[in-house]
């Protein structure tokens, strides 16, 4: 706007006041920004022809605190601000604002003439304590984001688009600032979950979903929250229809959709077990035909460790073939013998006739062992093991191991202060995965459920 001169502006304005043209066809016309435009002749209309003379006018300290201060109470716009504050354009105070906070919330005056050797120094030393002050207030501003995402979200690592939605613009709001300067920010530490503008902007676009079927919608809720987001929805479903709702897959995904109900998903691990020795104990029976039609025909057994706080905890479960129950287990700070036995005396409580029973596991140097080999002989149980370095032999196990850790322990580790904490919520999850936990594989049914149904046929 400022190549054209002052008649030309004028021209414009009485095309657009008294001639009728739009905005659009005067922008075009004259190739110029809409935007611009629009604000120049609405500027004229408001303060005549005399605002044009001013052009390079001054504004005092005083000026743009008052302006920046109206602002960042947000109950303008910056457009109609600047059209009532005279301003020759709206850039003008966007740029104020951006200055000031660059600044350390302090407004800028450029002095003319060349700086002094004194004037370099001051800004020298004020660039090395205002970066520092940066530095400072960004980690305040991540730290204060982290603290509403942990608010809106009951399961770290998982947020939905809505929830960082949310979270966004509340910050933004508190602290007066756009998406690109909190992204510049936020986005350094990249643990942080962040979304893409489109992202962000589409989801305040959408609408606050109104259900049609408010008890549908409610019993999804509340088997979701009772299973603590583990169920997604085929599994939703699927206790729905057992307790006598008449619903499909494709209605609960719809309204979990719509809702931004998410279940928990696992994540892909790198699998590293003991590779074993060289020489073969035992043959693989199973072959990877995991699945047996009775209880205590096929089971499975291996040790995972949990890492918590610079310390360890092993798991060692025996899991059944037909239902993918949990025979027994134990738990120990040490991988050693005294664990694996200890599970095995567990099972053989519960459970004498085991004659025709196969006992799989990797190459571990416990199942190596001539005391776990005495115990099996004992029962009259035969041995069966992994080929040397081939986990997908005893992914039954692997399978077992990645749905615990992904369900109770992996993004929620921030729960358990102490190895006893971890210890209770491992047995606790047990329980629960045998006596709760519906599987479609097993009809809909429970472990314990489908083992005893199992045991009756």
Known sequence: MSKLSKQQKLELYRKWKHEGYSFNELSCQENLSRSTLTYLLKLIDKYGAKILDQPNKKYSK??????????????????????????????????????????GYNVVIRK?????????????????????????????????????????????????SEEIAQAITELRQEEHLSYDQLAKIITKDQSLPWIARSTYYYTLSKKTVKCKRPALLAKINHIFEHHKGRYGYRRIALQMRREGSKVTDWTVRYWMHKVGLKGIRRNKRKYSSYKGTIGKIAPNLIKRNFFAIRPNMKWYTDITEFHLHGQKLYLSPILDGCAG?????????????????????????????????????DQGCQYQSPMYQHELKLHGITQSMSRKGNSPDDGLMENFFGLLKTEMFYGQEYKYHSLKQLKEAIEKYIKYYNEERIKSRLKGLTPNEYRNQALMN
């Not at 004020?126 to 400072?136: E, K, L, N, V």
């Not at 501003?141 to 690592?157: E, M, N, S, V, W």
């Open 62 to 103: 005083e000026f743009k605190e008052a302006a920046i201060a109206r602002f960042l109470k947000r109950q303008e716009s910056i457009r109609q601000l600047s059209l009532d504050l005279g301003l020759r354009s709206c850039g003008m105070l966007s740029n104020w604002v951006r200055e000031y906070k660059e600044n």
């Open 112 to 160: 003319k003439g060349r700086p002094s050797a004194h004037d370099k120094e001051q800004k020298e030393v004020a660039q090395r304590t205002g970066s520092r002050g940066q530095a400072a207030e960004a980690g305040k501003l991540r730290a204060a984001y982290q603290k509403l995402l942990y608010k809106k979200t009951k399961r770290l690592g998982s947020e939905t």
């Open 325 to 361: 129950d949990i025979v027994s287990y134990s738990i120990s700070r040490h991988p050693d013998m005294h664990l694996v036995i200890s599970m095995l005396h567990k099972a053989f409580k519960k459970h004498s006739a085991l004659n025709a029973l196969t006992f799989h596991t």
